[in-house]
């Protein structure tokens, strides 16, 4: 389970990330959630199958049928498929709930591709300029809030099914 951490102005002042060059922390995935905005696209790639949860579906992209095992990243990392799902394109940020079940921006503390400091010669982006998050990071943000709307009309549309 990847250790995350909400992103804090102050605490992750001197945090950067760099865009990932490989999937290979999507190796272990047999399926990944989908929302409805992408099922058009993710079809193409592998088959959609509705994963069933408590009181309701959800929507998964079948990428492998042995536990631990990601049949559309290569042995080097690279995408096989051709439609990457919103999940991985974030990738190492996501939306979580807080403890006042408010989603927030969070990030994958033990990714490889954020650094506490800054490395000499990196492409590294900064979580924070000034006292606010960066023009990169506020993207990331609206791109995860889009895709968190998605989810909202997926969940709705997953809950008419189960009622049906």
């Not at 042995?75 to 079940?101: D, K």
């Amino acid at each position: 389970m990847p250790q995350l951490e909400a992103v804090s102005k102050s605490k992750h002042a001197n945090h950067h990330w760099v865009p990932y060059t490989h999937y290979h922390f999507a190796a272990a995935d047999p399926f990944v959630i989908l929302t409805v905005s992408e099922f058009q696209k993710a079809a193409v790639a592998a088959p959609i199958v509705f994963r069933q949860m408590a009181d309701s579906f959800q929507p998964v992209l079948l990428q492998g049928i042995e536990n631990g095992k990601n049949l559309l990243v290569g042995p080097r990392g690279h995408w096989l498929g051709e439609y990457v799902p919103a999940y991985y394109r974030s990738h190492p940020f996501c939306l979580a709930l807080n403890e006042n079940q408010q989603r927030v921006l969070c990030f994958h503390a033990d990714s490889e591709f954020v650094m506490a400091e800054v490395q000499e010669g990196s492409e590294a982006r900064p979580f924070i300029k000034g006292a606010e998050w960066s023009g990169e990071l506020s993207e990331v943000a609206q791109f995860l809030n889009a895709v968190d709307v998605n989810r909202q009309q997926t969940e709705k549309l997953m809950a008419l099914f189960q009622e049906l």
